[in-house]
Structures are given as C-alpha cells and as structure tokens.
T-cell receptor, first 110, second 111 residues
C-alpha cells in the first residue's frame, strides 16, 4: 500500500477523444510525476509538478497536460487521443528521494 | 542524457536458484539508484534503493550495491521463490528528480 490512488483503473476511448486521469497522493507529498508505460516497456516520464506548478517535462507533445491541486490530487489530460497513447499511466508522489507509485490507469484507444 | 541499461529477459530460473539481473547507468553527477518490481496487473513497488557510492540496498532477500567505478547496480538474490516472478526495473533519479527507468527484466521462477 503506497497511499497513492489512481482512477479509473481501466478506460477505453476512441481516437480523437479527450481523457482525464486522476491521482490522489499522500498528504505532504508536494511533488507528483506522471509516467506512460507502453506494453513491454519501462515507464517514460511525461511531466512533474511541484506545489501546483510544472517543473519538468519529458518528450511528450503539448496535448499531454496536467494539473496539481492543493489537496495533493492531480490530473493528467490527454487531448486528441491517438492509438499509440494506449498504455498504462502511472502517477508517483515524491517524498525525499523516494517515489510512491499508484496502481496505474490502463488506457486503451480504439 | 541520463540512461539506464539492464539485461533483457525473460530470465527463467528454478526455485532456490541464485539470481543476478545486471544494470548499468549513465548519469551526470551522483544519482540515487533504485530497483522497482511490478507484479502482473499492478503498479510499481520500490524494492530497494541506494543513494551514494558503495551503499548497499536490501529488502526481502534482494540486494544491490551502488558501484560508481563500474556505474553498475546489479540486483542479486541468493535463493529465489516462485512468488518472485515479476518484472524488475532498474532506475535512477536524475538532477531534476526525474526517475529514469530501464526497459525492465521479466523473471519467471519455476517450482
């Protein structure tokens, strides 16, 4: 049990649609990161938020965006979904050098 | 940029065998190093970590030593169990606290 909760656990969307994934992290964990894990691959860093501001971004297009809220929850939004966006999306909250991951949201784009 | 390379799987062993999964890294500065484990259908769990050279991380019988001279962080366990079957990821935390993962090594333990 990591104390990081993601919703929904599974989601199916149609190409071109928009999706919002949610993450609730532990109180006091001011940093949240989002990762995309394609099937059979390691997680790839999408972006990171610290105290509600983005402070790092990986090689993902602008249609991937996020928000972090004062209550330690966060969102990942993806616009204009493409088939290649099908993946497991992981949220991680940071405390010191340690990251605590949620169970992930499995997104399938058809 | 920073990167992590780990041995490709799958790795198949019999129960009670000795396990080594190799991991090397390329990084600017002195990153923290991690091993994460992912069981089927689940997210990532931190298995162990080391934050400076010569540190040894250990948990649940698994060990890994931070070797700065060889830029390595190999995972070892003396006697594996069927329940250790999972995917193992080596990772580092870069200067911006971004975690960079290797591609993962799938481990199968046969009874």
């Amino acid at each position: 049990e990591t104390g990081v909760t993601q919703s929904p656990t599974h989601l199916i969307k149609t190409r071109g649609q928009q999706v919002t994934l949610r993450c609730s992290s532990q109180s006091g964990h001011n940093t949240v990161s989002w990762y995309q894990q394609a099937l059979g691959q390691g997680p790839q860093f999408i972006f990171q938020y610290y105290r509600e501001e983005e402070n790092g971004r990986g090689n993902f297009p602008p249609r991937f965006s996020g928000l972090q809220f004062p209550n330690y929850s966060s969102e990942l939004n993806v616009n204009a979904l493409e088939l290649d966006d099908s993946a497991l999306y992981l949220c991680a909250s940071r405390y010191g050098t340690e990251a605590f991951f949620g169970q992930g949201t499995r997104l399938t784009v058809v | 940029g920073d990167s992590v390379t780990q041995m490709e799987g799958p790795v198949t062993l019999s129960e009670e065998a000795f396990l080594t999964i190799n991991c090397t890294y390329t990084a600017t500065g002195y990153p923290s190093l991690f091993w994460y484990v992912q069981y089927p259908g689940e997210g990532l769990q931190l298995l162990l970590k080391a934050t400076k050279a010569d540190d040894k991380g250990s948990n649940k019988g698994f060990e890994a030593t931070y070797r700065k001279e060889t830029t390595s962080f190999h995972l070892e366990k003396g006697s594996v169990q069927v329940s250790d079957s999972a995917v193992y990821f080596c990772a580092l935390s870069d200067q911006n606290d971004k975690i960079i993962f290797g591609k993962g090594t799938r481990l199968h333990i046969l009874p």
